[in-house]
């Protein structure tokens, strides 16, 4: 499985935008882009994923590059609740489990 | 839709015992996984089953550690001998095999401190 570098963490006021990044410079033209997300004492959950093209749904926006060898989740008012460890997942054409880094700590202030 | 559920939560055992989880998937889901996951890292894969077949184990899985998936519902993981190396959280997901684009549904785990 491809590898995927997020930054350790990162800070945001609630109300704000939140831009996480992700580098996949090595992802393969089948290789679609997952995001999870999680938050304390609790699993993982589904964020979003695309293989070319943006992405929206009600959680939040992916933005892939036109060379795809980068991401960016956006969560477009980040609230309190948003505070989790957001995951970059590169997911094969058959791929089955999920093959996860160490995440983006998101701390969001009040 | 109850979500994917895991029984117990929390399980503290001395070093030497054998442990068994459960996961209950969301029904019909087809694909059911597990993963470890230590203090500031992020979940390791371990194995997972489409219906009743094990399909993929990951190294990680030494031989003390077992899991079934007998009638394709509700799965066991067991580990035999438990040592202080094996406190970690375990997560079980399902998912539909529905395409390439399938997200996993997670439970909320089950924390192991062995002593």
């Known amino acids: 499985d491809a590898k995927t570098t997020q930054p350790n963490s990162m800070e945001s006021n609630e109300e704000e935008p939140v831009h996480l990044p992700c580098n996949h410079s090595?992802?393969?033209?089948?290789?679609?882009i997952h995001w999870y997300r999680q938050l304390p004492s609790q699993g993982p959950e589904y964020v979003i994923h695309?293989?070319?093209s943006n992405v929206n749904n009600r959680m939040a926006s992916l933005a892939i590059a036109e060379d795809r060898k980068s991401s960016t989740l956006i969560l477009h008012r980040a609230t309190l609740r948003d505070a989790a460890v957001y995951y970059c997942i590169l997911r094969g054409e058959y791929g089955n489990k999920l093959v996860f880094g160490a995440g983006t700590i998101l701390r969001v202030k009040s | 839709d109850t979500g994917v559920s895991q029984d117990p939560r929390h399980k503290i055992t001395k070093r030497g015992q054998n442990v068994t989880f459960r996961c209950d998937p969301i029904s019909e889901h087809n694909r059911l996984y597990w993963y470890r996951q230590t203090l500031g890292q992020g979940p390791e894969f371990l194995t997972y089953f489409q219906n009743e077949a094990q399909l993929e184990k990951s190294r990680l899985l030494s031989d003390r550690f077992s899991a079934e998936r007998p009638k394709g519902s509700f799965s066991t993981l067991e580990i035999q001998r438990t040592e202080q190396g094996d406190s970690a959280m375990y997560l079980c997901?399902?998912?539909?095999?529905?395409?390439?684009?399938?997200?996993?549904?997670f439970g909320p785990g089950t924390r192991l401190t062995v002593l």
């Open positions: 090595t992802i393969s033209g089948t290789d679609y």
């Open positions: 997901a399902s998912t539909r095999t529905r395409g390439r684009g399938n997200e996993q549904f």
């Open positions: 695309g293989l070319t």
